[in-house]
């Protein structure tokens, strides 16, 4: 895969070039500093501004004309098809997770999708109120090998959001997937370009919205990330006093002085 | 036996009853029907619109609370005019951001699937936001008197409070905690959402 090794001459040759974040030696700053775990966030920050960059110069514009342009069946269709091919990954490792009724359930639904629904074109499971979970490999680290947040945050260039294990995880899961194999390489390419625009059209708006309503967009991205990715991968935190799992969500309010509660 | 009987239905009835309709439950259902009946789908102009949501949002969710919140530790190092501006911005912002969100609904229905009790007055209420990818919502609720306040909303697992928190924190952070600075950018920020609306 000459594409990782490339990714992985950027992201060296960047952290050289801008070098890591130091510790704060202020005791609240330290400890978010530990808690959002971003140690490489000077180079991570320059990927991102070259990701926004990208995205405004590039990806909106094809993304408005695309919308505009291919009608909306057109395009779940388009939807359909790739989500559809991610399945036989998302079987393996349901399976590699010990997750036996979603593997059955995803063979299911990649079983009727591809022979009624023409290919993948259609997507008859969902209209039949048939579930659709999702498994990735980083999911599948996280259960056995590696708990807790996932190492520290990484921004792709191009890919966005992730860090160590899912960016781990999604090597692995792009190399397992069948079409890796069996396609051309330039189809490979065009595809995976194709299944990112439509993807990201449709989240387009609500990213637009979400850049204006941030102070920081860098840092809402990083936060939202995280905690999302507490909740795919079952590393909710654990709580120091009971050892029992919580929701990841559970914000700490207790230092709150409620209005009505003097 | 027969009275028996009419007495085991009564009270199966009466839970069956209770299950249905959970005092949180239902303040979330009506708000959330009062804003799409009375907001959303009104026939007003998009002033008028920001207006309602305005005063629907900010009396069902407690954003003085989730303001402190947000604020995290910079909250008690402030002095009381650095919070009162604070409060201020961050209402106006939010409220903003939100209608926008909001703006972008088309008809989904919310089907909510039960409550959990959070803290001695707290609850969460579970719910599913019906789409093509159905997305997941838990409503944090905060009991007051006979009534609620929502002090955080949970969309897929991302917390929006700690959300704004850690946001806001890192944005204090890069200023060395002055608060006056991160105001000046909520202001700045909701100036041009204002403009972005106008076009």
Redesign the interface.
Known sequence: MAKIKYVLAFLISCSVLVGCASVPTDPVEAELYHQVNDPLEPMNRTIFAFNQATEKAILRPVAKGYRFVVPQLVRNSIGNFFSNLKQPVYFLNALLQGEVKDAGIILGRFTLNTIWGVGGLFDIATEAHIASPTHDFGQTLAKWFWSGDGGPYLMLPILGPSDVRDAVGRGVDALAEPATWVVEPEIWYAGWALDKLETYTRSMDLLENLEKSSADYYATLRTMYRQNSAKRNGTAKETASAGQAKPAYEADFSDIDWEDDE | MKKICALICAVIMSFSVMAASNPAIDFVDNLADDIITNVLTADVTPEQKLEKFRAAFTQAVDL??VG??VLG?YWRKASEEDKQAFLEAFTD??T??WA??FN?YSGQSILFSGVRN??RN?FYVDSQIED??PVEV?W?L?Q??DSYKI??I?I????M???Y???????L??NGGNVQA?VE??RK?SA??DV?KAK
Do not use: C, H, P, W
């Not at chain 2, 928190?165 to 944005?171: G, K, L, Q, W």
């Open positions: 003085k609370s402190q919140f530790v912002f939010t903003k951001t926008d969100r972008m959070a803290e707290q093509k990818e838990v944090r905060r007051k008197g002090i955080d949970i897929e697992g991302v917390s409070a700690m959300s928190r850690n946001e806001y924190s890192a944005v952070q890069q991160l950018e909520l920020k041009a959402f972005q």
